[in-house]
């Protein structure tokens, strides 16, 4: 007897971005009826990579379900945040707006009566004095909606992404389906290192030392953060990122149109000028996107929507942890 296939479930995806969560969901079974996003460089992202996905350009603040009833109850709801600041913690222009964003995918659960929610932040959220009020704040609405929910932070080195990227995770579920989920558990096998992850790409252009450079990249990459969207050109991140990156040969200042050629000189004593760039393919295969991944825009938005983007494979590891806890076979 030919074995049944596994059900496909609905999800919808808010500030979908690149769609690294909903990649790594659609990994898992999830299919979605709607990804919504503010930025057209990520709505023509997902476009590119997805054509007969229902890709809608829009500010989630004015989203109405209402208008979009194929929302109407779906398995999942599905959010990769704009990272939250706590105002207590931190004094940046952004930080109300992000928090309106949380809270708006909060809210969305009354219209949209999701089985699942699932959302992906900064850890910090989860556990930090700082963000008790907003905690306290989402467990209130949850409970009045009938949704068991729990917090919890999963690094994504150990789901198979080459990088130290910790993330802060919601899941909430109607009725009693929270006592079956299971938070992924880590892989067992050694977390992959930049060089076993990159290699290969910086040999690609014939460049002699790329071996022995992949050989002393022997580390996980640090966060990947794509900065903001409102100033700034693309570079790794912030001075300590930039130090992580220097101790593997990277220059973390910039990001490189192509990897290095056969002229490129691997010169420690040029400084930075004698370092290694990472193109925006390359920041992509840290943060686990597959090589046919492809991404709109120019080089900065493109490195923008990578170091912003939710690994696919952590998307599928909660995703799976997700439809066990429907009670659905993956």
């Known amino acids: 007897m030919e074995e049944s296939r596994p059900e496909r479930l609905r999800c919808l995806s808010v500030c979908a971005g690149a ?13 979605p009826v709607l990804l919504l996003d503010n930025r057209a460089v990520a709505c023509e992202t997902l476009r590119l ?32 945040l704009p990272r939250v600041k706590a105002s207590a913690a931190v004094a940046r222009e952004n930080s109300t707006e992000e928090i309106r964003v949380l809270e708006a995918t909060i809210m969305l659960m009354h219209g949209v009566q999701p089985r699942a929610l699932l ?13 008790e009020q907003i905690r306290a704040s989402v467990a209130t609405e949850l409970a009045h909606l009938g949704y068991q929910h729990r917090w ?31 938070p992924p558990a880590p892989g067992t096998e050694p977390p992959i290192t930049v060089g076993q992850a990159l290699g290969a790409s910086m040999a690609a252009r014939g460049w002699p030392h790329a071996a022995a450079w992949a050989a002393q990249a022997d580390q996980v990459a640090p966060t990947l953060v794509g900065g903001s969207w409102n100033r700034g050109g693309a570079d790794l991140g912030p001075t300590g990122s930039k130090a992580s990156w220097a101790r593997m040969r990277v220059n973390g200042g910039t990001v490189a149109d192509e990897p290095p050629g056969p002229e490129f000189p691997w010169d420690l004593s040029l400084g930075v000028k004698g370092m290694v760039a990472l ?32 690994p696919p494979p952590v998307g599928r590891a909660l995703g799976q942890a997700v439809r066990a806890a429907l009670g659905r076979r993956a």
């Open 19 to 31: 769609g690294g969560l909903a990649l790594g969901l659609e990994q898992a079974g999830f299919d």
């Open 49 to 80: 990579n997805r054509p007969a996905w229902n890709v809608l350009e829009l500010d989630l603040l004015r989203f109405d379900p209402v208008d979009h009833q194929v929302t109407y109850d779906v398995d999942l709801l599905a959010a990769g």
């Open 119 to 131: 959302i992906e932040n900064v850890p910090d959220l989860v556990s930090k004095p700082a963000y």
């Open 152 to 182: 919890f932070v999963l690094n994504a080195k150990d789901h198979g992404v080459p990088q130290d990227r910790k993330q802060g995770i919601l899941v909430a579920f109607k009725e009693a389906s929270l006592g079956g989920f299971v």
């Open 279 to 310: 193109t925006v393919e390359q920041a992509a295969r840290l943060q686990g996107f597959p090589e046919d991944w492809v991404f709109a825009g120019r080089k900065t938005a493109r490195y923008r929507q990578v170091g912003h983007a939710s």
